[in-house]
């Protein structure tokens, strides 16, 4: 049962597809992106697409890379009521990301700073 | 055989996924229904094979099935053809029914009798015409879209091979159901022995059933022991303990009539003996004879010495056997009534009482009789036995509130997904709404072993838990659902698979989630589990059979299958070893030794496991000092001498 609901939310979620992307795209944060990219390389070791190896490589690429976000959000603690600062931080990030963008994995997070 | 003798044209259908239909009837059968010879009528016979239909009723229906999911569905048709390949843990009760009303129509026939599997899946089964209901249920909403939008763009609507399909499956659930509620045309024979977990399970289970609105026609206590040729102070005590539970019965299940049929000296086998059997079955049935006197020796039957037994008293001999330290998982199993559930309790206990962890003794069988056994009330959380060591818990896992747990989540989950997709506009997606809703109300097949395959994990994979279990004493549904349970691993996580790539295809639209990290622990859990459950350090399968013939057949397939999946066995108890007494007890424990040693020879090829021999005894042993002491009486079957 289980089964056909999660695929059946796969759908019912498509049919309102751009409503979808809006709003995930509203609250993503890069921090993210990049624990779907952790999560979609575990996806892929469960089903045997990717080796214990390379899930460890990817693994500890991206942890690095979700530690430095978080230090950064930390070390500036912004003061309350200032919302505008959200909205640069999410800039930076998404420059650091072009500059690894050379990475398979990272097509999707690509597609995001697009539409932002 | 006797309606069939009677003039009829009978078949015959064992719906157990371990048969013993042929056994008893002394031929091969199959999924066709073969001749039988009998002196008048016919008798035809079969035993189903449930995955075989399951792959008929789909192949004939696979398109439109197909049809129906690309347009109630997102999935294209590569996800659809992948999860329609895949098999469903819950089979043999889904198609079953279906199955059985296929063959009564496929002949001219007068009667079908239909031998059950034991009772927890036999009531799963019958809830099954609800089941197919939901089934076309789901499809109907999927289809509605499709009949939606073809109205709106080409005006009148022309119903397809898609809405036959639905149709068909409506009517066959409700004619079935029709069938099983018609009193005329259907009636239920319960069998049971004349022992007291038996007689607690038969009252739970006919509750079940009246729940149903399915009628109950008779009650058939088998194997009662007849009065003993000479002074025996086992047949005696057996039937003083049996006329209590008659009493009972009669008492408990009140107006129904009831039949009691004397234990023979051999099973009946074969045409030629359940013919001489037939005539205690036919004829009206009677109320139960009273019950011997009580009279004077009312004292408990000193089958089992039943000197006391001080904690300080060193471990059983069989411990270390079935539990070396490194053990984590004990599964008993084997045939219906064979003592399972009394065994596996009698382990837990002395388990408990050793050197070792925490010890969780769970019951997967839906009918539990755990605590009938131990005689205390337990539930689906774990409890301390009264008079047991602390270090015991027990659980009878109860599937159907763990599914209603599990449905409030999602049915809460899809609420929100709907009405966050829905937004400030006020166009709903109510086919897709109503599909989510009505599959999240589907009872599937199969959920006593997904829920008991995630109990054990639950149980064992507790970390930083200082009350987690550090073994857990399984005791499952009699044999084809213990082996069902077993191969769930595999089955669960081919679709856990077939999820995640369905995920990771359309990642970019729906993103992963909750939804898809759910996934990936259980299906990290799932192979950790296979690797438990194959590792014979860690898990081991005990098989408890009779011995008797056929227990003795059901129990060397039992073996056969667990070797091809790989399941390591530790060892095999054979129960109610009857004790030297009368003449008749003479001729039974001869008998016996038969059973017991062409089990041995099929058991111990293998060395360093145990075949542990337990007496019997009037009564049953239950509870927690009777079961310590039972225990202490199981001895090692040894070849070379008398067993």
């Known amino acids: 049962m289980v089964i056909l609901i999660d695929s059946l939310i796969v759908g019912g979620v498509r049919f309102v597809l751009d409503k979808v992307v809006q709003a995930v795209d509203k609250e993503l944060s890069d921090d993210t992106v990049l624990r779907e990219e952790l999560l979609a390389a575990q996806m892929r070791r469960e089903l045997g697409e990717i080796t214990e190896g390379e899930f460890a490589r990817t693994e500890a690429d991206l942890l690095a890379r979700i530690r430095d976000i978080r230090e950064r959000n930390r070390a500036p603690a912004p003061p309350p009521g200032e919302m505008r600062i959200a909205g640069v931080e999410a800039t930076f990030t998404g420059e650091e990301h072009e500059e690894s963008a050379g990475e398979a994995h990272e097509s999707e997070g690509a597609d995001h700073r697009r539409r932002r | ?643």
């Open chain 2, 1 to 643: 055989m006797a309606l069939a003798e009677s003039g009829r044209r009978v078949l015959v259908v064992s719906t157990d996924p371990a048969h013993s239909l042929g056994d008893a009837l002394g031929c091969r059968l199959g999924p066709r229904p073969r001749p039988v010879p009998v002196r008048r009528g016919t008798l035809r016979a079969v035993e189903l094979d449930a995955d075989a239909a399951l792959a008929r009723w789909l192949g004939q229906r696979r398109d439109a099935l197909a049809t129906i999911a690309l347009r109630g569905t997102y999935l294209d048709r590569e996800d659809v053809e992948r999860f329609l390949s895949l098999s469903l843990p819950g089979t043999d009760e889904l198609i079953g029914l279906l199955e059985l009303a296929r063959l009564a129509r496929a002949s001219p026939l007068d009667e079908v009798v239909v031998d059950t599997a034991p009772t927890g899946h036999t009531l799963r089964l019958l809830q099954m015409p609800e089941t197919l209901r939901q089934i076309a249920s789901v499809l109907d909403d999927m289809q509605a879209k499709h009949r939606f939008l073809s109205r709106s763009l080409g005006g009148r609507y022309r119903a397809d091979s898609a809405d036959a399909l639905i149709a068909e499956i409506e009517q066959e659930s409700s004619e079935i159901l029709a069938l099983l509620r018609d009193a005329e045309r259907t009636t239920f024979s319960w069998v049971m022995l004349p022992e007291a977990l038996s007689l607690e399970e038969s009252r739970d289970a006919l509750a079940g059933l009246q729940r149903s609105g399915i009628g109950v026609g008779e009650i058939v206590v088998n194997r009662v022991t007849p009065a003993p040729p000479g002074p025996c102070a086992l047949c005696e005590g057996r039937r003083r303990s049996e006329a209590r539970i008659l009493a009972e019965t009669a008492r408990a299940l009140g107006p129904l009539p009831m039949r009691v049929v004397a234990a023979r000296d051999e099973e009946p086998e074969g045409v030629g003996s359940l013919r001489t059997f037939a005539r205690a079955l036919v004829g009206p049935p009677g109320r139960p004879r009273p019950a011997p006197s009580a009279g004077s020796a009312r004292k408990r039957v000193p089958a089992v010495a039943t000197r006391r037994s001080p904690r300080a008293l060193a471990e059983p001999w069989w411990l270390s056997d079935l539990m070396p330290p490194s053990r984590r998982l004990l599964v008993f199993g084997g045939k219906g009534g064979v003592g399972k559930t009394t065994a596996a309790v009698t382990a837990a206990l002395a388990l408990a009482e050793g050197s070792g962890g925490r010890v969780l003794v769970l019951s997967a069988d839906p009918a539990h009789s755990l605590g009938d056994a131990l005689s205390v009330r337990l539930g689906d959380d774990e409890r301390a036995v009264p008079g047991a060591s602390a270090r015991l818990r027990a659980r009878e896992l109860d599937a159907d509130r763990a599914l209603a747990a599990a449905r409030a989540r999602y049915r809460g989950a899809v609420d929100q997904l709907f009405d966050a997709l829905r937004g400030s506009s006020n166009l709903d997606p109510a086919f897709d709404r109503a599909v989510m809703q009505d599959l999240i109300a589907l009872a599937p097949p199969g959920i006593d072993e997904l829920f008991a395959l995630a109990a054990v994990t639950e149980a064992l994979t507790q970390q930083g838990n200082s009350r987690a279990p550090s073994t857990v004493v399984l005791d499952t549904a009699p044999t084809g659902h213990a082996l069902r349970l077993l191969a769930l691993p595999d089955a669960a996580r081919e679709w856990i698979q077939a999820l995640l790539s369905v995920l990771l295809k359309y990642r970019q639209v729906v993103g992963l989630g909750q939804l898809a990290q759910e996934l990936v622990d259980m299906s990290k859990q799932l192979r950790a589990l296979e690797e438990l459950l194959r590792d014979p350090a860690r898990t081991a399968f005990v098989a408890v059979a009779r011995p008797a013939d056929l227990p003795r057949r059901e129990t060397a397939r039992l073996l056969d299958e667990l070797d091809a999946m790989g399941i390591p066995v530790a060892g095999l108890l054979v129960n109610a070893i009857t004790p030297p007494g009368c003449a008749r007890c003479r001729r039974a424990a001869a008998r016996e030794e038969k059973h017991v040693r062409a089990l041995a020879r099929r058991f111990l090829t293998r060395a360093g496991r145990p075949m542990i021999l337990a007496p019997m005894t009037a009564p049953e042993p239950r509870g927690v000092r009777a079961l310590r002491d039972w225990g202490r009486t199981w001895r090692r079957f040894d070849p070379a001498g008398r067993p």
